[in-house]
């Protein structure tokens, strides 16, 4: 029991185990001597297990059953996204870059919103590192999720023009009060904005607050 509760006080920390056991529906990771449960839904679909490999993921819950306490962890949470990017990034950490916001379709794709309040400091720079470094390590972790980084702005129109990239709207109708907002593409540019099974424009909705 005092394991458990160790573990409950430890939701959203991001825990390294080795896969003990593979069932079709989940994955037994030993982590501290103690057995975690990585569901199907809380995978990638990128992911591949074996035993005995190593395997990261964000304690997601603990949640009693008829077997017991279970410890499920996860790797398709937003919150193991953010937690990858404030272990390799110092200045999250540190503070002095803050993650506004995140919306992922796990393995596939993921927008994450951060500012500075330092002028002087690149937020998007710093995610991403010398030559990509820092943001490669994410991705080689989400086993090749896309992410996008996007820097905050407290002006709607830009937000939201950055959230939508790599398409660039050619004009917005924003209604604040909604939130809600029309964006007009080019025709060549619409495939790029709207994104593989709509998923562009679903992030940035998600990303943004506005639908």
């Not at 573990?7 to 975690?36: A, M, P, W, Y």
Request: hydrophobic content about 35%; aromatic content about 6%; glycine content about 6%.
């Amino acid at each position: 029991k005092v394991v458990y509760e160790n573990f409950s006080k430890r939701i959203g920390e991001v825990v390294t185990g080795s896969i003990h056991q593979i069932q079709r529906d989940r994955i037994f990771i030993n982590c501290e001597n103690t057995e975690l449960i990585l569901p199907k839904s809380e995978q990638l679909p990128v992911d591949r297990y074996k035993r005995g490999e190593s395997v990261r993921g964000v304690i997601k819950a603990v949640d009693y059953s008829s077997r017991g306490a279970e410890i499920i962890l996860s790797r398709s949470d937003d919150k193991f996204l953010e937690q990858l990017f404030e272990m390799e990034i110092p200045e999250i950490e540190d503070g002095i870059i803050e993650i506004k916001n995140v919306s992922r379709v796990a393995g596939d794709r993921s927008k994450i919103v951060v500012y500075s309040s330092d002028r002087r400091i690149d937020a998007v720079g710093a995610c991403v590192g010398m030559r990509g470094s820092r943001i490669q390590s994410i991705v080689r972790e989400l086993n090749g999720e896309k992410i996008d980084i996007i820097n905050w702005s407290d002006l709607p129109e830009v937000l939201i023009s950055r959230s939508l990239s790599p398409a660039k709207p050619i004009n917005l109708y924003i209604d604040e009060e909604r939130p809600y907002v029309v964006c007009v593409f080019e025709d060549e540019e619409l495939p790029l904005a709207i994104g593989r099974n709509g998923q562009n424009i679903k992030l940035a909705a998600d990303v943004t607050d506005y639908e």
